[in-house]
């Protein structure tokens, strides 16, 4: 059995952990960079993706995990977990640094305050029918995606929700709090 874990310094574990042992998976919290070997892919959650990163360095995670996205490690990030692998960030709060590993520039917030969260049916080709029952909460966009990075979903107003690139695959959305399991199957599949 392959190890997954899931990037527990904050943000909305627990959800990632179910989903991911319903479908198999060995799950394990990782925070240190010790915790970081034992594991064949990550998972980096939803959350403040300011506060992840801050705690990111002060548990020394941040390079290593650097180092194991650039060597190929399969990771997936909803969310937060998406801007904290987007190479580019506009508005992120001072100082704030990404992971990277995925070609693109991201917006934090990007609905602002109305439409802070919203559920919608998301048309995700890759994936085929039913459509995905995508949750955005406070969620980013993909503004810019380079050609290195792939779209697998585009809102109607042209804003790109899902990209993969490599062994990486990031939404701005919360499939484990739907109950949408393929793209978590996605990920496992490249474990
Ligand atoms: N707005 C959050 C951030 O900037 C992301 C919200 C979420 O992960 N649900 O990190």
Do not use: W, Y
Not at 42 to 68: H, Q, W, Y
Not at 107 to 131: C, H, I, K, M, Y
């Amino acid at each position: 059995t392959r190890t997954v874990g899931v990037l527990a310094l904050q943000g909305n574990v627990r959800e990632h952990e179910a989903m991911l042992a319903s479908l198999g998976a060995r799950v394990v919290r990782v925070r240190r960079p010790e915790e970081l070997a034992e594991i064949d892919g990550l998972v980096l959650p939803g959350g403040e993706s300011s506060t992840i990163d801050k705690l990111s360095r002060a548990f020394g995670v941040r390079d290593p995990l650097i180092e194991r996205i650039r060597d190929g490690l399969p990771v997936f990030g909803t969310c937060a977990g998406l801007i904290l692998l987007a190479d580019r960030i506009v508005d992120g709060i001072e100082g704030q640094q990404t992971f990277g590993g995925l070609d693109a520039t991201v917006r934090r917030n990007a609905f602002g305050r109305q439409t802070e969260s919203f559920e919608t049916e998301l048309d995700v080709p890759e994936l085929g029918d039913p459509p995905v029952r995508a949750a955005f909460i406070r969620a980013p966009v993909i503004e810019e995606l380079g050609s290195a990075a792939r779209a697998l979903a585009t809102l109607p107003d042209g804003h790109v929700v899902a990209a993969e690139q490599g062994a990486i695959l990031a939404t701005s959305f919360h499939p484990e709090q739907t109950g949408e399991s393929r793209l978590h199957e996605r990920f496992l599949a490249r474990l």
